[in-house]
């Protein structure tokens, strides 16, 4: 099982609705990260989870919230959005942090397209 | 700031031509990596070419690496409809944080 789910698919909420972004993978990655996608835009890194520890975090506002409940799962909570924070929200995994001399390929989801009115 | 620049931003070609996308960035790298996304989809990998590697094959893709110039190149031999998507290339670097930097991507349309 090469792949990685992400749910819900579509997402519209208000600005002061909370809401959470779900991910899944079964590929015994130890890495998962969170990405928002603008369009036209390449990727931006948000958050990185290594052995369900937070390892990196892009300065993201607070009103994101990232979680690591197990290994195979990653959630993104939602609060008090702008409408700027509109995009595509994209999860991904790997085996692991890329090393001194070595990279892992990403595993992509389809990603969550976040409206936010 | 942006560590990879693709060029061009957009390609239009016909189907059975020759695609080709370059990507430059600034530091040091490990490795560099190339993705597909096609419209409003997750990225999938293509192929990975080592800082040690000049020139990778995969299929119908051609991937070439020249670190001295910090520059890498895509080629895609005998487009199809099907490889209509964006191209982005992702590096991650030798000192700094351990996670890819994507470039700006190329949308590339193959006509039918």
């Known amino acids: 099982d090469t792949e990685v789910t992400q749910t819900p698919k579509h997402l519209v909420m208000g600005m002061t609705n909370k809401k959470s972004l779900k991910c899944e993978q079964h590929?015994?990655?130890?890495?998962m990260y969170w990405y928002k996608q603008k369009a036209k835009k390449p990727p931006e890194l948000m958050f990185v989870y290594s052995y369900e520890k937070l390892s990196i975090n892009e300065s993201v506002p607070s009103r994101f919230s990232p979680e690591c409940p197990n290994s195979s799962l990653l959630n993104l909570h939602l609060h008090a959005l702008q409408p700027e924070d509109s995009a595509l929200y994209l999860c991904a995994s790997s085996r692991g942090l890329a090393g001194a001399h070595h990279s892992y390929e990403q595993y992509f989801g389809p990603g969550t397209r976040l409206t936010v009115t | 700031s942006q560590q990879g620049e693709e060029d061009p931003q957009a390609l239009s070609i016909q189907e059975g031509e020759n695609a080709t996308m370059n990507c430059s960035y600034k530091t040091s790298i490990n490795n560099l990596q190339w993705y597909r996304q096609n419209s409003g989809r997750g990225l999938v990998h293509l192929i990975l070419?080592?800082?040690?590697?000049r020139e990778k094959h995969s299929g119908r893709l051609r991937v070439t690496l020249d670190t001295s110039k910090k520059s890498s190149s895509l080629l895609i031999t005998a487009s199809r409809a099907a490889d209509t998507a964006s191209y982005f290339c992702?590096?991650?670097?030798?000192?700094?944080?351990?996670?890819?930097?994507f470039g700006s991507g190329t949308r590339l349309q193959v006509q039918p």
């Open positions: 590929m015994g990655h130890r890495a």
């Open positions: 992702a590096t991650d670097v030798i000192k700094g944080r351990r996670a890819l930097t």
């Open positions: 070419i080592r800082s040690n590697e």
